[in-house]
């Protein structure tokens, strides 16, 4: 069955970086791409970006350009996010989801990981 | 604040039915298809339904999707209390080349 398990919740200061895993299994690798949304306290779900499995071709949501790394490991079937110049209104549980996308769109994710909290603190 | 809108709040009776309604433009609902997740509380969203109107195997048929123009309904008959949750319509936006959200519906059982 497909599975997405990712890293254990984190917690950092304000301006530095977290780096969240994601091992997949269950599917092909390189026939899906991995997306990364999050959730605010209190707040909906925000889609961050996508990455292709493939090519590693990603997509990011405008507020996150700059700031967002997504990479892929296909020996180990693991996807990586990293945020860098952490603010405290980070602080979320992030989920990695399976996803397709094609040039021109994605279609959603349907499998999701359970999620890392992340906070960010003084 | 979200391009989707979603009412933040829908109640019904055990065995009777909701609708939850999402609305968009073109640049998303219009033009892409749309997904209903379900989170239930403490745990990773599921998806209930994907492009408009199709189920996976494990949901049940209590759940429905479908579409019209720039709007989408998610429908749940036969509620029970396990329902009791968040629920958010998802599509693709052409305009913000992104993956977006409604800001979700509270579903209550009463």
């Known amino acids: 069955q497909v599975q997405l398990v990712q890293s254990g919740a984190e917690v950092m200061q304000p301006g530095a970086s977290v780096k969240v895993s994601c091992k997949t299994s269950g599917y092909t690798f390189t026939n899906y791409g991995v997306s990364w949304v999050r959730q605010a306290p209190g707040q909906g779900l925000e889609w961050m970006g996508w990455?292709?499995?493939?090519?590693?071709?990603?997509q990011h949501a405008q507020r996150f350009q700059g700031r967002l790394t997504l990479t892929t490991d296909t020996p180990t079937t693991t996807a990586y996010m990293e945020l860098r110049s952490l603010r405290s209104d980070d602080t979320a549980m992030y989920y990695c989801?399976?996803?397709?996308?094609?040039?021109?769109?994605?279609?959603?994710?349907?499998?999701w990981g359970r999620g890392t909290q992340l906070t960010v603190s003084s | 604040q979200s391009v989707l809108t979603q009412p933040p709040s829908v109640s019904a009776a055990p065995g009777q039915k909701v609708t939850v309604s999402c609305s968009g433009a073109s640049s998303n609902i219009g033009s892409h298809f749309v997904s209903w997740y379900r989170r239930l509380p403490g745990t990773a969203p599921q998806l209930l339904i994907y492009e408009d109107n199709k189920r996976p195997s494990w949901i049940p048929d209590r759940f429905s999707g479908s579409k019209s123009g720039t709007s989408a309904t998610l429908g749940i008959t036969g509620l029970q209390t396990g329902d009791e949750a968040d629920y958010y319509c998802g599509v693709w936006d052409g305009s913000l080349s992104a993956y977006v959200f409604a800001t979700g519906t509270e579903v209550t059982v009463l």
């Open positions: 989801a399976r996803e397709f996308c094609d040039p021109a769109r994605c279609f959603g994710p349907d499998f």
């Open positions: 990455i292709n499995g493939y090519n590693g071709n990603t």
